[in-house]
């Protein structure tokens, strides 16, 4: 039977026991923690060896070629990414030593390991990831490309769509804009050729080309039906019109050949086909301002055919102008030289005699002018505007000369007529006086006023004064005509006066008589008949009148004067 072990060495026992388990159990406890953290380790190590550096360096360092400082920015980095290439294989090799630590159960060394991992991998996936964040910087153009790529295939889908809607505006160039739609198409093939190569910069003058290319094609089909109206119709007609004008000009014997219109005519027809071949080609850029030259260059041709055209006329017009104007200068010298012989002291024209002494020397110049000016017009080699501008200089050279002898034509004549007029009056006054003294004599009225017979004596003495001033040497012309006009007011008044006197003894003459028909039968109309002749008598004739037709009226209330007329009449 076995001996008995006592209690306390039971516990001990017991409790040395529990002991070995409780280290059994926290050493697998740590080696589980280890292997988890190494796990973790793990998972974040792959995480930073998998990120393709490499790849992404290589296509870094192939886009960087054409770019000196990207260039040695890249290879900075490549520098960093060998740095980080050993950190890695360095962590890997810590890595496979903890797993050898864990595994022969060397905790402390494996937890020093891990510690160690932990702080260097944190250092290389801030590597990693700056390294990672450059390249993409530089690669993550490729992205962008193929999106721009995408939005220009959308825009050349549908420019192809518009150009075969438009067929029909657009036949005239619809196979050159075919064409530039396939440069587009055959653009986007190399385009995806050197994404292929990393040849992004290639890649991107692609791109560059399309979006131009089909800029160009939207703004050609945009421009394209009014261009060619231009081009096909505006024009050729507008430079039918040209050679109309510039052979009728040319007919009419008008000098061109300034104008070089032969020369400028091939040379715009050199710059239309131009502008055709390029609106056919759909390669519009610049052609409008090329047809607006061109129409501009039509349009000043013509412009100065007509400007030629106008001064030919008026060179002609002027020709005949000025050869008539100096047989008026030389006639004018000629009636100016005559008067000036004749009557130079009578009108005071001494003034006029340096203008007689250069009568021949401005007409033989005038001549002159004249007979050069036609010598260049029958040469026929100067320009029209040119001759038209010394045909003005000498036309009014000519009427400035013709106009200031025309003042002193106009002066003599003023003088002359004036006088003249002065001399036909004075014997109209003369014949005017005379029938007063007629009438006043004709009709013997009993009493005549004095001041007729004074206005009569100062009638004769007014025309004997002009007579002085009309022999006068030389002539008063402004003091005959302020005299003549007295004269006439003056010998015109009397004349009307007497006129009005004689008219109104006649008529009281005729009522009178008319009344004396009736005195026996009426007292009354005797005695008014009586007082009316005797004012009659006394030559008070406007109270006679007024008494006899007072006296007639009673006789006769609703015509008296119609009594009188008609007796008047009768007699």
Do not use: W
């Not at 962590?91 to 060394?109: F, P, V």
């Not at 030289?337 to 340096?354: A, G, H, R």
């Amino acid at each position: 039977m076995p001996q008995n072990i006592p209690f306390e060495a039971v516990i001990a026992i017991l409790v040395f026991i529990a002991l070995i388990i409780l280290l059994i159990l926290v050493k697998k406890i740590q080696s589980q923690n280890l292997k988890n953290e190494l796990k973790d380790i793990n998972v974040r190590f792959t995480a930073v060896k998998t990120v393709p550096l490499a790849f992404k360096l290589n296509k870094a360092t192939y886009i960087a070629k054409i770019n000196d400082e990207l260039q040695l920015k890249v290879e900075e980095y490549r520098d960093k990414f060998d740095q980080c290439q050993k950190h890695l294989e360095q962590l890997q090799g810590l890595i496979d030593s903890i797993e050898d630590n864990i595994a022969i159960r060397n905790t402390r060394q494996a937890k020093e390991s891990i510690r160690i991992v932990k702080d260097n991998l944190k250092d290389s996936e801030e590597e990693v990831n700056e390294i990672e964040k450059f390249l993409d910087s530089i690669t993550e153009q490729e992205h962008v490309q193929r999106e721009y790529s995408n939005t220009l295939k959308e825009e050349y889908r549908s420019l192809k769509q518009q150009a075969q809607k438009n067929i029909g505006e657009l036949s005239f160039a619809y196979e050159g804009v075919e064409d530039r739609l396939k440069v587009c198409e055959n653009l986007f093939s190399s385009f995806e050729e050197q994404i292929y190569a990393n040849d992004f910069v290639k890649a991107q003058e692609d791109l560059e080309y399309i979006a131009k290319n089909n800029a160009e094609i939207r703004s050609s089909m945009a421009a394209i039906p009014e261009l060619v109206h231009i081009s096909k119709g505006v024009i050729p007609t507008l430079v039918d019109e040209v050679k109309r004008e510039y052979d009728l000009t040319r007919q009419r014997g008008v000098y061109l050949g300034h104008m070089n219109v032969d020369t400028r005519l091939k040379e715009i027809s050199l710059k239309l086909n131009e502008c055709v071949k390029g609106i056919s080609e759909a390669r519009v850029e610049g052609i409008k301002e090329e047809l607006e030259a061109i129409k501009k260059d039509l349009n000043s041709i013509l412009e100065n055919l007509a400007i030629e055209n106008e001064a030919y006329d008026k060179v002609k017009h002027n020709t005949d102008k000025i050869i008539d104007t100096i047989n008026d200068v030389e006639k004018t010298y000629n009636y100016i030289e005559t008067v000036y012989n004749l009557d130079k002291e009578k009108y005071s024209l001494e003034e006029l005699s340096d203008i007689i002494n250069s009568k021949d020397q401005k007409i033989d110049s005038f001549k002159h002018d004249y007979t050069d000016l036609m010598a260049v017009v029958s040469a026929n080699m100067t320009p029209a505007t040119t001759v038209l501008e010394k045909s003005e200089k000498v036309l009014k050279e000519v009427r400035e000369e013709d106009d200031k002898l025309h003042v002193y034509k106009n002066k003599i004549d003023k003088a002359s007529n004036d006088e003249n007029h002065a001399l036909t009056q004075v014997v109209k006054l003369q014949i005017v006086l005379n029938e007063v003294e007629v009438k006043i004599a004709q009709y013997r009225l009993p009493a005549i006023s004095l001041s007729y017979k004074e206005d009569l004596k100062a009638a004769r003495d007014n025309i004997n004064d002009l007579k002085v001033l009309l022999n006068a040497v030389p002539l008063n012309i402004p003091e005959i005509n302020a005299k003549l006009k007295e004269t006439i007011d003056f010998v015109y008044h009397l004349y009307n006066n007497v006129n009005n006197v004689v008219g109104m003894a006649l008529m009281v003459e005729n009522a009178i008589v008319l009344g004396n028909k009736y005195r026996s039968s009426y007292p009354e109309v005797d005695a008014e008949l009586s007082k009316a002749e005797f004012a009659y008598l006394n030559g008070e004739y406007t109270q006679s009148l007024t008494i006899a037709i007072a006296c007639i009226e009673k006789l006769f209330p609703k015509d008296g004067d119609q009594k009188i007329m008609e007796y008047a009449k009768g007699v």
